[in-house]
């Protein structure tokens, strides 16, 4: 069966520090990828889709950005944080244009 | 532009009531339509709906779709307070075919 593992579950960080946050998907080949921000009280936003090695897309200009060096890893970043980037991000996949299932979250507050 | 409304927003009953939650949609290419439960952590699949009028049910919790009325809801009978939750909504659209989600409705329970 297929498993997404989604690290660090929390994290703190102060503003202008670098941002990496990982996703692992296992039991599946070439998954579509995902990354999604929900803020406080707010709906699921999509950050970044990718259908293969390399390949991004992104859907909201920001000072975040993912790579996808594995078929089945897939990475969030940023050079230097926000406040505005505090949120709940989710790793996400998908065999195609259906269901996505996630994985367990990352909460970060930026200070 | 695809969107997906929810409602209400938030909702308070007490253990036993049955609720309703609903979702509307608009989107260029229907394919289907997704419920997710989210409490602390990731969202968990419910339900997928592709074909009007067939009640998908899964004990307590039900939903039906309406392509025509370009709507969905979700019921639960019986509440409990482990139902509790964020329930969101979420049609494949966009560029890409990823997920538009709703805003979610946060149900309540009180015992």
């Known amino acids: 069966s297929q498993t997404i593992h989604q690290w660090p579950a929390t994290l703190v960080q102060p503003v202008g520090s670098p941002l990496s946050l990982e996703c692992t998907v296992e039991g599946t080949s070439n998954p579509n990828l995902y990354w999604y921000r929900q803020a406080a009280g707010r709906g699921l936003q999509l950050l970044f889709y990718?259908?293969?090695?390399?390949?991004i897309s992104s859907e909201v200009p920001q000072n975040l950005s993912a790579s996808r060096p594995q078929d089945r890893q897939f990475i969030l970043s940023s050079k230097k944080l926000l406040l505005s980037d505090s949120g709940f991000y989710l790793c996400?996949?998908?065999?195609?244009?259906?269901?996505?299932?996630f994985g367990q979250g990352t909460r970060l507050t930026v200070v | 532009e695809d969107k997906v409304v929810q409602s209400p927003l938030s909702l308070v009953v007490h253990e036993g009531d049955t609720v309703t939650l609903n979702c509307s949609y608009e989107?260029?290419?229907?394919?289907?339509l997704l419920w997710y439960k989210q409490e602390k952590k990731a969202p968990t699949f419910l339900f997928m709906l592709t074909s009007s009028g067939i009640e998908k049910k899964s004990g307590r919790l039900s939903s039906i779709l309406d392509k025509k009325e370009l709507f969905s809801i979700l019921n639960i009978t019986a509440t409990q307070t482990g139902d509790s939750a964020v329930y969101l909504c979420?049609?494949?659209?966009?560029?890409?075919?990823?997920?538009?989600f709703g805003k979610g409705t946060k149900l309540s329970v009180k015992p």
């Open positions: 990718s259908v293969g090695i390399g390949q």
């Open positions: 989107v260029t290419n229907f394919r289907s």
């Open positions: 996400a996949w998908s065999p195609g244009n259906t269901e996505a299932f």
């Open positions: 979420a049609v494949p659209g966009g560029s890409q075919g990823n997920l538009i």
